[in-house]
């Protein structure tokens, strides 16, 4: 008996071990060079999914380790997957034949997060085109000057903040904390046209910033959502774990429906994202179904907070770290300033070139994404310089691994030091555009990208010219960044001394 039972077990373990195992030479029978040490079940995943790397740094080093090829497979637990090396097939992917790579590899149950699965980043086809029609007609440059009125009276906001603090002797500033009040206070006004309470501490518990955290606050319950959908989303068919937090979702459902239904009847102008909605419905002579416009403003919410205010907060601790560089930046704010009457307009913020090379070398060192996972939806054949030729089926994810491509020395002369200058008018046009991708490139680049610029430049201008930074010693240097996010969130924080200048 006990024999028998023994066998059954040995049977059984063996069946597991080849079901988990039996993708796993994949890329040797197709000549594709590929990452050793696939474990069952887990491919060349474990060390992210047990937290021991961040999955940039689990990147950097494949890429690193396989310079030398255009192209190399890994297993993406049980499942093939390409990471492509050379900036020529990361155009080919995202740009030149787009049409055979056309999704983000990256899926939304929609049972479980109706609302996420109306963002312009997870949809695909003609549901794709139709948002990205609408979220255009709301970020272009006229209704950006539309929206900066709602966002200039934000930064007086912060910046009244700011000084009570330092009229009470607090000087030290959490940056990620202090930038995403400002975030999530812009989006509440730009995007709805309501005051989210950020900087209001007895309201802490309505505040429009504790949507945010409740979704991307580092946590073990959001850890293991974005590891089963970012990661694993095969195993969160079984779990069904969805994303945005049920009380989440019903605010947005609440808020927008009433919202909409107020800007639709009394039809005042007003400078945000939901009456630009409206007047796009106007001119189109067709109401919007709700559900669509609370998930595109769910979708608003969450880059306009998170990605903005993590941009915000590193932007704020090279500045910190780098007195001479915040000084330029510095100059060059109150320099523009002064031509419009110390009045931060559309017009004065695309004057500040400096702070655009401040934006892009920072978007260079620590940039938003991390890594980009495109789906192919057409078969194409990859074709390397190196005459690897990959056939990759559709349905195959391609990763490309951003924050490796900004700090190849290939591309970049002295990666890891942070220069603007790289990006001044002289040396800018030597960059290749595919080693560089703050937000994306070709038909699917972000098309928030001018919105985010553009809060984010004006809380910056706001800061420079009343305020010296300096970098407490609370802050970790070197910067590591914590396992398990999807965002780069650093350890210990930023902490930074305000100074009145």
Not at 15 to 26: E, I, V
Not at 81 to 110: G, W
Not at 242 to 269: G, H, Y
Request: charged share 25%; aromatic share 12%; glycine share 6%.
């Amino acid at each position: 008996m006990i024999v028998v039972l023994v066998s059954l077990i040995l049977g059984a373990l063996i069946t597991l071990y080849f079901y988990l195992t039996r993708n796993y030479k994949y890329w040797q029978k197709r000549g594709i060079p590929c990452v050793d040490g696939a474990l069952p079940g887990f491919g060349n995943m474990l060390p992210v999914i047990c937290m021991k790397t961040h999955i940039a740094d689990f990147c950097c080093k494949i890429y690193k380790d396989n310079k030398s090829h255009s192209m190399v497979g890994i297993y993406d637990f049980t499942t093939p997957a390409l990471m492509v090396i050379e900036p020529a097939l990361v155009k080919v992917i995202l740009q030149t034949h787009f049409s055979s790579f056309a999704e983000n590899a990256i899926h939304i149950d929609k049972e479980l997060d109706s609302l996420l699965s109306y963002s312009p980043f997870v949809l695909s086809g003609e549901k794709w085109l139709n948002s990205r029609k609408q979220l255009t007609y709301a970020f272009s440059s006229m209704h950006l000057k539309l929206l900066l009125e709602s966002v200039k009276k934000m930064c007086t906001t912060t910046e009244n903040y700011i000084d009570r603090k330092l009229s009470n002797k607090e000087t030290e500033f959490e940056l990620k904390s202090l930038f995403s009040k400002y975030s999530a206070q812009v989006v509440a006004a730009a995007g709805f046209g309501i005051d989210g309470y950020c900087f209001d501490d007895d309201k802490k518990d309505v505040s429009f910033r504790k949507v945010g955290q409740a979704i991307f606050k580092p946590s073990k319950r959001n850890t293991i959502m974005f590891a089963l959908i970012f990661l694993i989303p095969s195993l969160n068919k079984i779990f069904k774990a969805s994303l945005i937090p049920k009380c989440v979702d019903n605010f947005f459902r609440t808020l927008v429906a009433e919202l909409m239904e107020q800007r639709r009847k009394d039809e005042i102008p007003r400078n945000d994202f939901l009456h630009l909605m409206t007047e796009l419905e106007q001119a189109e002579g067709d109401k919007f179904d709700n559900e669509i416009l609370m998930g595109q403003a769910m979708s608003y919410v969450l880059d306009g907070y998170e990605t903005s205010s993590s941009i915000m907060s590193f932007i704020g601790f090279y500045l910190a770290r780098y007195p001479k560089i915040q000084e330029k930046l510095r100059e060059e704010v109150v320099s523009v300033l002064n031509k419009y009457d110390g009045e931060i307009t559309y017009e004065s913020l695309r004057e500040m070139i400096y702070m655009d090379q401040v934006f892009n070398e920072t978007m260079r060192s620590i940039p938003r994404g991390l890594l980009m996972k495109k789906r192919c939806t057409e078969e194409f054949e990859l074709k390397g310089s190196d005459g690897i030729v990959c056939r990759v089926p559709p349905g195959m994810e391609i990763m490309i691994p951003v924050q490796a491509l900004n700090k190849d020395p290939q591309y970049w002369e002295n990666p890891e030091e942070y220069d603007p200058e790289r990006f001044n008018s002289d040396r800018k046009h030597n960059i290749d555009r595919f080693t560089f991708l703050p937000f994306g490139e070709g038909p699917r680049i972000c098309v928030g990208m001018r919105m985010a610029q553009l809060q984010i430049k004006a809380g910056l201008a706001m800061i420079v010219k009343k305020y010296k930074l300096e970098l407490s010693p609370k802050t970790q240097i070197p910067l590591k960044l914590m396992p398990g996010n999807i965002l780069p969130i650093p350890k210990g924080g930023l902490w930074v001394y305000f100074q009145h200048l």
